[in-house]
């Protein structure tokens, strides 16, 4: 089979281990090259709501096949299917289901799973739209559920009782980049036969695979980094067959499916994660760094730098620490809009993960949405910005956050520092 090559690298192919891994830039380029083969090299969009079969045997086999694609796009479409191949790979997990939006990932999940009378474990520090499942959603379902601390592992035993049926994980968590403990509380988990569930769109497979530590599903906005220009909303949830096989049965009734032209954009997008990742890494590390010496910061949250409470255990169970990060101005509320409207290259928008860089105000943007008792529950400052990095040059950004910290000193040093709206 290496004939063709030359002996040296004959034999540094043959030496290395058979067990080694594809490397995950190779598996994205090629994970789904057999999924619906055809001659082109970049793939077809299937821009068709069904499927024709030769028979009555093959039409009743494609029917019946969970998460196919030559059926009907509600049940899958061959596009859906080449993205599920690769986040398989890249998550470690037997399959992939593609979805509508991350949203649509957890409630087909979550509906799939629980039923009235059980009973659901979150996290306090959660995603507004997970919170939002646990504390209004579920219990109108007649669904108890319970949020916990997720620094204490011992927080989620004290939660179990004999409902509890799932467990909903989140590391690093919004907007505080808080870390859970996954391989504890999937231990914890295994030992009740509880489902885990964990969102790993911060991380992203590239920074953290939640299956290596005992996760059951693993869920992603694609949204976010997977597909990493901010011009598709889209969700996957990857994990066993077993579990992926009831969860499909939901997804078919609850019908968020994703259209052809935005799996394949998903697609496109995934070819390079990896590069962008690291990417995304780097200028994270570089602005929490460069940030959280400055006199109008009062703390930055980010799991990479050695004052995280739990960077140990990030450093554990992550290989990379991302792009996201809590900036909490020393200045408050007032403090944290200024910084804001200063950003050049960060604009004010929810989201994140794509190739520029955003930034919100949580405590500004949820003031419609919340009361200031859930702000304040919530434990989240009303001085943070939420910073995520796009791949622009760190320098850059770097230059662009300490003159917009620059700016905002004076509310730090004022003695009649401007009234927090919101406390
Ligand atoms: C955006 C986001 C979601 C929701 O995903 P959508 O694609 O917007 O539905 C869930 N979890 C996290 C961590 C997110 O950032």
Same mark, same amino acid.
């Given at each position: 089979?290496?004939?063709?090559?030359?002996?040296?690298?004959?034999?540094?192919?043959?030496?290395?281990?058979?067990?080694?891994?594809?490397?995950?830039?190779?598996?994205?380029?090629?994970?789904?090259?057999?999924?619906?083969?055809?001659?082109?090299?970049?793939? +077809?969009?299937?821009?068709? *709501? =069904?499927?024709?079969? &030769?028979?009555? %045997?093959?039409? $009743?086999?494609? #029917?019946?096949?969970? !998460?196919?694609?030559?059926?009907?796009?509600?049940?899958?479409?061959?596009?859906?299917?080449?993205?599920?191949?690769?986040?398989?790979?890249?998550?470690?997990?037997?399959?992939?289901?593609?979805?509508?939006?991350?949203?649509?990932?957890?409630?087909?999940?979550?509906?799939?799973?629980?039923?009235?009378?059980?009973?659901?474990?979150?996290?306090?520090?959660?995603?507004?739209?997970?919170?939002?499942?646990?504390?209004?959603?579920? +219990?109108?379902?007649?669904? *108890? =559920?319970?949020?916990? &601390?997720?620094? %204490?592992?011992? $927080?989620?035993? #004290?939660?179990?009782? !004999?409902?509890?049926?799932?467990?909903?994980?989140?590391?690093?968590?919004?907007?505080?980049?808080?870390?859970?403990?996954?391989?504890?509380?999937?231990?914890?988990?295994?030992?009740?036969?509880?489902?885990?569930?964990?969102?790993?769109?911060?991380?992203?497979?590239?920074?953290?695979?939640?299956?290596?530590?005992?996760?059951?599903?693993?869920?992603?906005?694609?949204?976010?980094?997977?597909?990493?220009?901010?011009?598709?909303?889209?969700?996957?949830?990857?994990?066993?067959?077993?579990?992926?096989?009831?969860?499909?049965?939901?997804?078919?009734?609850?019908?968020?499916?994703?259209?052809?032209?935005?799996?394949?954009?998903?697609?496109?997008?995934?070819?390079?994660?990896?590069?962008?990742?690291?990417?995304?890494?780097?200028?994270?590390?570089?602005?929490?760094?460069?940030?959280?010496?400055?006199?109008?910061?009062?703390?930055?949250?980010?799991?990479?730098?050695?004052?995280?409470?739990?960077?140990?255990?990030?450093?554990?169970?992550?290989?990379?620490?991302?792009?996201?990060?809590?900036?909490?101005?020393?200045?408050?509320?007032?403090?944290?809009?200024?910084?804001?409207?200063?950003?050049?290259?960060?604009?004010?928008?929810?989201?994140?993960?794509?190739?520029?860089?955003?930034?919100?105000?949580?405590?500004?943007?949820?003031?419609?949405?919340?009361?200031?008792?859930?702000?304040?529950?919530?434990?989240?400052?009303?001085?943070?910005?939420?910073?995520?990095?796009?791949?622009?040059?760190?320098?850059?950004?770097?230059?662009?956050?300490?003159?917009?910290?620059?700016?905002?000193?004076?509310?730090?040093?004022?003695?009649?520092?401007?009234?927090?709206?919101?406390?």
């Amino acid at each position: 089979m290496l004939d063709h090559v030359s002996p040296s690298i004959q034999e540094a192919v043959v030496v290395m281990p058979e067990v080694t891994r594809t490397g995950r830039s190779t598996l994205v380029v090629h994970a789904d090259r057999e999924v619906h083969p055809s001659g082109a090299v970049a793939p +077809p969009i299937y821009q068709s *709501a =069904t499927f024709a079969a &030769d028979d009555a %045997d093959e039409f $009743a086999r494609v #029917a019946l096949e969970p !998460r196919g694609k030559d059926f009907y796009t509600r049940y899958g479409n061959p596009n859906h299917a080449q993205v599920a191949a690769i986040v398989a790979e890249l998550e470690g997990t037997e399959a992939a289901l593609v979805t509508a939006s991350g949203m649509a990932a957890l409630t087909t999940a979550v509906l799939a799973l629980v039923s009235a009378g059980d009973h659901v474990i979150g996290q306090k520090s959660t995603y507004g739209g997970t919170a939002s499942v646990l504390l209004n959603l579920l +219990p109108r379902l007649g669904v *108890a =559920t319970t949020l916990v &601390d997720q620094g %204490d592992p011992g $927080a989620f035993a #004290a939660a179990l009782n !004999r409902n509890t049926r799932l467990i909903l994980l989140e590391s690093p968590s919004n907007p505080l980049l808080q870390i859970t403990d996954l391989r504890a509380v999937a231990d914890l988990a295994r030992a009740h036969g509880v489902v885990t569930m964990a969102d790993n769109t911060f991380a992203t497979p590239i920074n953290q695979r939640p299956a290596e530590y005992g996760i059951d599903l693993v869920w992603h906005s694609a949204t976010k980094y997977l597909n990493g220009h901010s011009d598709v909303s889209a969700g996957v949830l990857a994990g066993p067959t077993r579990l992926l096989d009831r969860v499909w049965d939901t997804a078919i009734l609850t019908g968020a499916v994703l259209g052809p032209v935005d799996a394949w954009l998903l697609l496109r997008g995934m070819r390079t994660l990896p590069l962008r990742m690291s990417r995304h890494n780097a200028n994270g590390q570089a602005l929490a760094e460069a940030l959280s010496g400055h006199r109008a910061v009062a703390r930055v949250h980010y799991p990479g730098l050695p004052s995280h409470p739990q960077h140990d255990l990030a450093k554990c169970q992550m290989s990379g620490f991302g792009a996201v990060l809590g900036v909490e101005l020393a200045g408050g509320y007032a403090a944290a809009d200024a910084f804001l409207g200063r950003l050049r290259h960060s604009r004010r928008a929810a989201s994140l993960g794509g190739v520029e860089s955003l930034a919100v105000h949580p405590a500004a943007m949820w003031r419609g949405m919340l009361s200031d008792t859930q702000i304040a529950a919530s434990g989240v400052p009303s001085g943070l910005i939420r910073l995520a990095a796009g791949i622009e040059d760190a320098a850059d950004l770097v230059h662009d956050a300490l003159a917009a910290a620059d700016s905002v000193i004076e509310y730090e040093d004022s003695p009649t520092r401007p009234k927090e709206p919101v406390s």
